[in-house]
Structure formats: C-alpha cells, structure tokens
C-alpha cells in the first residue's frame, strides 16, 4: 500500500521561499508518476508540477514555470517542491498524490487529479502581503 506524507507547509512572506517534502513508501512498480497539487481556499485543486520517473521527465503548470522544481531523492523515498518567489495567490493546501505504472502519454494527463491514485494529508501554505 502507498503512503504519502508531505511537510514543510509554512507561513513566509511574499518573495520568500519554501521546500515541500513528501516522504513516500509502498511502490511495487519502479515507474510511478508523483505530483505535486494546489487547493487555494475556497477553490478547486490545480496541479502545480509532477515527476514522472519513467523519462525521468518533469511537469510544471505555466503559472509556476520558472519558479518552482519538482525532484526527486530515490535513496531517501521523498519527492520536494522547492518553491521561490512566492505570491499570495500561491497561499493553500498542497498535496502530493502518485499513481503507478507505465504510460508513453503521461505528458498529456499528468495534470488531471482523476488520474492519481493515492494522496497524502497535505500540507499548508500561506503567503502573505
């Protein structure tokens, strides 16, 4: 059974920075997709960016190009998020979520939150004026 459990959800200031953790365990595939997902309050989850460990190939959504990297450390289970210059608007709940197995058109699903099979308890961020 896979288990994801984020940290680093904090609270900081616009401009500052931030690293999500997601400590992960329980694959039985060796290629397995993960994301990273934004749920501002109120609204409804975004993707933000996704590693996919069969290129190993990486997803952004356009608004966090240039700001935010995916990686992964496979000796130490844990997917980040590294997060900088951080806007209000980048407030919220951040889950990670994976789904497992092969797929040669990742690249055109990679952002869909149906397609994900198991999640973590997120954690939360709050970026302030």
């Known amino acids: 059974q896979v288990q994801l459990v984020e940290s680093g959800g904090a609270s900081v200031q616009a401009g500052g920075s931030l690293r999500l953790s997601c400590a992960f365990s329980?694959?039985?595939?060796?290629?397995?997709?993960m994301g990273w997902f934004h749920q501002p309050p109120g609204k409804e989850r975004e993707a933000v960016a996704a590693f996919y460990t069969g290129g190993p190939t990486t997803f952004y959504a356009d608004s966090v190009k240039g700001r935010f990297t995916i990686s992964q450390d496979d000796v130490k289970n844990t997917l980040y998020l590294q997060m900088n210059s951080l806007r209000p608007e980048d407030s919220g709940m951040y889950f990670c979520a994976s789904r497992q197995g092969f797929s040669s058109t990742v690249g055109t699903w990679w952002a869909r939150g149906s397609e994900y099979v198991d999640w973590g308890q997120g954690t939360e961020v709050t970026v302030s004026s």
């Open positions: 329980g694959y039985t595939y060796s290629t397995y997709l």
